[in-house]
């Protein structure tokens, strides 16, 4: 049972950054209909960047306290990847939003390879130890662990979520999303301006991506420059498994998968008799992603076009 818990808190842990990256996938996908495979990379920027600034705030001022220094990295990891995929949409999306729908795709897995080629070259291609900012020390739950940055990750994905939700649903720039995922050419009559408003989907993605890249690097204490790549395509899976396009779907394909993943190493030695061990666990995420599309390729919750923002 104490097993059974304490895998139940990691892929609670898991599917929550899966969520935040998946959200990502979904906006986009809901606004102009193409999957930006070069999510996962922003992820990884967004990390590394942070990774940079703790650093150098940890040299430049020793006494800080580890709280202060995370928000002051999340917020500039935060404002740097959010101008690298207001770039990349602009360079690279934005002229071929009307060719047919492969170049857009293949262009966004060339993006991709630059980035992570790119960031092997500033940041090196050794793995980098991530520093641990906050007390180490776990709080016992009826014989399952949690320790502080868990509970970090979890409470920063719920305000993440809450925030996104409401920005979506009260405000004009959602409604105008809402208006450019319907209709763009409508949307632009009725003076909204797509361009704008596929920009700050752009933007908001990024901005999710790194909080879920700083908790990846947080929860395993190592960032590198093709950290970007599973969790990425983990993610879209996780959209996959809600419902592209469909933001409730992203959340629930998200936190599902973490649990399916974390229960799934949990026992995969006891069912299969020790032939395959925990570090297996990535197939579950790709058994659960052919299942869903054979089974309901719309996705457990379906594509709501009036969500689709």
Request: proline share 5%; glycine share 12%.
């Amino acid at each position: 049972m104490e097993i059974l818990l304490q895998q139940i808190i990691n892929g609670l842990v898991l599917g929550s950054m899966y969520a935040l990256v998946a959200l990502g996938y979904t906006m986009v996908y809901g606004i102009i209909n193409l999957i930006n495979f070069a999510h996962g990379e922003v992820l990884m920027v967004g990390a590394l960047t942070s990774w940079t600034i703790i650093g150098l705030m940890k040299d430049a001022m020793p006494g800080t306290p580890g709280w202060v220094v995370l928000i002051v990295a999340m917020v500039i990891s935060c404002v740097v990847a959010a101008a690298l995929n207001f770039v990349i949409e602009k360079v690279a999306y934005r002229p071929l939003r009307n060719s047919p729908k492969l170049a857009p795709l293949i262009t966004a897995i060339g993006v991709s390879i630059l980035l992570q080629t790119l960031a092997m070259i500033i940041w090196k291609p050794n793995y980098k130890p991530y520093p641990t900012l906050l007390p180490s020390t776990p709080f016992d739950i009826g014989g399952a662990v949690i320790t502080p940055t868990q509970i970090m990750i979890l409470g920063l994905t719920a305000v993440s979520l809450a925030t996104l939700m409401y920005l979506v649903n009260h405000t004009r720039l959602g409604r105008a999303m809402r208006a450019t995922a319907e209709n763009p050419r409508v949307a632009g009559l009725m003076g909204v301006k797509p361009d704008m408003v596929i920009s700050a989907t752009f933007i908001i993605g990024a901005i999710l991506a790194t909080i879920a890249g700083m908790m990846y690097a947080s929860n395993y204490g190592t960032v590198q420059h093709t950290m970007g790549f599973l969790p990425g395509l983990k993610a879209f899976t996780a959209a996959v498994l809600g419902g592209i396009g469909n933001l409730a779907g992203a959340v629930v394909g998200g936190i599902l998968l973490g649990l399916i993943e974390s229960i799934g190493s949990g026992y995969i030695g006891t069912l299969t008799g020790g032939l395959l061990g925990s570090h297996y666990s990535d197939i579950f995420a790709f058994i659960v992603l052919i299942i869903v599309l054979t089974l309901r390729p719309s996705g457990l919750l379906g594509e709501r076009v009036a969500d689709r923002a």
